[in-house]
């Protein structure tokens, strides 16, 4: 491996756009004045200081924006403030986005809650729920002991066992859900004792107890005859059910859900939702904006200092206009930035990055957005790149899931946060969309 092969192995790493930063990660850059002035820390992490009730609460953003990122920050945060926080990342181990409804969230929570305080708390109301459906569900943790004969921490990891059947063997995923529908209220009492007890026995320092249900955004909205969605069973109907936890929560949510006729609903149920939208790179009158283009270029600066200080982001390209290309095409969208800046990097046989590179990274990920683009969409898009507002319609909805559509946010003078929205910069591009546009707006 040569030197130079090296360098660009440790850089196309450390662009990485799959992995949060955990909490005071160096790479970390605050971005909030150029995403509305929002500060999870004070909209989200002060509701929970503040109130003298338990709280739940809803955090929404388009995928890949940064909100487990900034999940990370606020479970530190409350960490300092004197909350115990149980963090999980939802699709990992417990949940399939695929296919994914209320009872699997229930099971997760239950089950990283049981791993989070098994230090603080009795477990015996839980076990005692899992000894009286035992025989429904020990098909579903693959053994056929008894289960008082296993010890208190292999009687826990049966939870696991379940819910880790749940996200990996989609044969029992109906089943499971089938033996446990009918008594997750008492589900939800077994786990209530749990917390309670928890609560009284926290570890010195501590005095609330805090619940974070990350990566709940990636469940993928499906259909049903009514007109309506999963997300609307799961975060709608379900809602009592998701509040009933005697702890501060917090949930994530897709960002299409905010864009429903079921919204009044939700800000009924769950208060102002927070939302982390895109770093503003443009102006709504489609001109380059300086201020979000100089903090895109400092995320990609402080992730290339960590494996080479010396070098600047700047130098990376053949042209500073590149650079600028890069920050433009990716929307303010965190993950398509860093995704765009490694695919450009793997088309590079040394520095700097050439312009042919940097091409072909945008045109395959423009690629992958037309393959995204139904052909009764294309009207819808060009009418937001117009107006820069979208219609309260399952068609937009599917748009912003999808980051074909994306949210941005400003102050204006008197402090009013302004929200607008825009087609993502890459399907601009794409000859489909221009045909539609011109069609539709040309004189």
């Not at 300086?290 to 982001?313: C, D, H, M, Y």
């Not at 910069?425 to 221009?434: A, C, H, S």
């Amino acid at each position: 491996m040569t030197q130079e092969f090296a360098l660009l192995k440790r850089i196309y790493n450390v662009f990485d756009p799959f992995r949060p930063l955990p909490a005071g990660d160096p790479a970390y850059v605050d971005c909030g004045e150029v995403r509305g002035e929002g500060d999870i820390l004070v909209e989200v992490g002060r509701e929970i200081l503040l109130s003298d009730r338990k709280t739940c609460q809803l955090y929404a953003g388009h995928r890949g924006a940064g909100k487990s990122t900034e999940l990370l920050r606020l479970q530190q945060h409350l960490d300092e403030e004197g909350c115990f926080v149980v963090y999980f990342p939802s699709d990992e181990e417990d949940i399939d986005p695929e296919d994914a409804q209320y009872t699997d969230i229930l099971l997760a929570s239950t089950r990283h809650l049981l791993e989070g305080l098994k230090d603080s708390a009795s477990p015996a109301s839980l076990l005692n729920w899992l000894k009286e459906r035992w025989q429904d569900l020990k098909d579903f943790a693959l053994t056929e002991v008894a289960l008082e004969s296993l010890s208190i921490e292999a009687q826990i990891s049966q939870f696991a066992k379940i819910t880790a059947n749940l996200r990996t063997e989609p044969s029992q995923r109906q089943k499971i859900r089938e033996r446990v529908n009918p008594h997750t209220i008492t589900l939800i009492e077994a786990l209530n004792q749990f917390i309670r007890d928890a609560k009284e026995h926290l570890p010195a320092g501590y005095s609330q107890l805090v619940l974070i249900a990350d990566n709940l955004d990636r469940i993928v909205p499906i259909p049903q005859e009514d007109g309506r969605n999963n997300h609307d069973q799961i975060f709608i109907d379900r809602s009592e059910q998701l509040q009933a936890l005697d702890c501060h929560l917090i949930y994530t949510v897709p960002i299409s859900l905010l864009y429903s006729n079921r919204a009044a609903d939700v800000a009924n149920i769950y208060g102002n939702t927070q939302v982390l939208p895109m770093i503003m790179v443009q102006t709504p009158e489609n001109q380059p904006y300086q201020r979000g283009i100089n903090k895109v270029t400092e995320i990609l600066q402080k992730r290339l200092s960590l494996v080479e200080p010396s070098l600047s982001i700047v130098d990376m390209f053949e042209q500073r206009e590149a650079l600028e290309k890069l920050c433009l095409m990716s929307g303010g969208h965190v993950r398509n930035l860093l995704l765009l800046m490694k695919e450009a990097i793997k088309y590079t046989n040394s520095l700097p990055i050439p312009n042919r590179a940097l091409q072909r990274s945008i045109s395959e990920l423009r690629n992958t957005y037309r393959n995204t683009v139904y052909f009764n969409e294309w009207e819808a898009l060009a009418r937001v790149y117009q107006s820069k507002q979208i219609e309260n319609d399952q068609l937009y909805r599917g748009l912003l899931f999808n980051r074909c559509i994306l949210e941005y946010r400003y102050l204006n003078g008197d402090g009013e946060s302004q929200v607008w929205y825009d087609v993502h910069p890459l399907i601009k591009g794409i000859k489909e969309f221009q045909d539609k546009y011109n069609q539709l707006y040309s004189s």
